[in-house]
Nanobody, 123 residues
Framework: QVQLVESGGGPVQAGGSLRLSCAASGRTFSNYVMGWFRQAPGKEREFAAAISWIGDSTYYADSVKGRFTISRDNAKNTLYLQMNSLKPEDTAVYYC????????????????WGQGTHVTVSS
């Protein structure tokens, strides 16, 4: 089992920035590809970004590419999502998730999930 706890969400004005964190415990953090997903009110959960086991590769959804940066610190068992140039449409609950396999964008491919942190972007 991997336990994941997100933090760092909150209200922010459009154009602003936030950094989300996800603290992992349980099994070896570096054994997992990590991802960020988000779910806006009334919408399905969608992929935002993913990072490889040691952080040397990343990929992003087109909607966040160039504005969000995913990173990890395996020594601290922590995943991050730096979000810049935030837009009202970025308002959502943000979840971190873990999987053993690389290259997935579907939520069904991730095995462990945090409880989520709310991000609200006002115009």
């Amino acid at each position: 089992q991997v336990q994941l706890v997100e933090s760092g969400g909150g209200p922010v004005q459009a154009g602003g920035s936030l950094r989300l964190s996800c603290a992992a415990s349980g099994r070896t953090f570096s054994n997992y590809v990590m991802g960020w997903f988000r779910q806006a009110p009334g919408k399905e959960r969608e992929f935002a970004a993913a990072i490889s086991w040691i952080g040397d590769s990343t990929y992003y959804a087109d909607s966040v590419k160039g504005r969000f940066t995913i990173s990890r610190d395996n020594a601290k068992n922590t995943l991050y999502l730096q979000m810049n140039s935030l837009k009202p449409e970025d308002t959502a609950v943000y979840y971190c998730a873990a999987t053993k396999d690389w290259g997935h964008r579907g939520a069904e491919n991730y095995d462990y999930w945090g409880q989520g942190t709310h991000v609200t972007v006002s115009s």
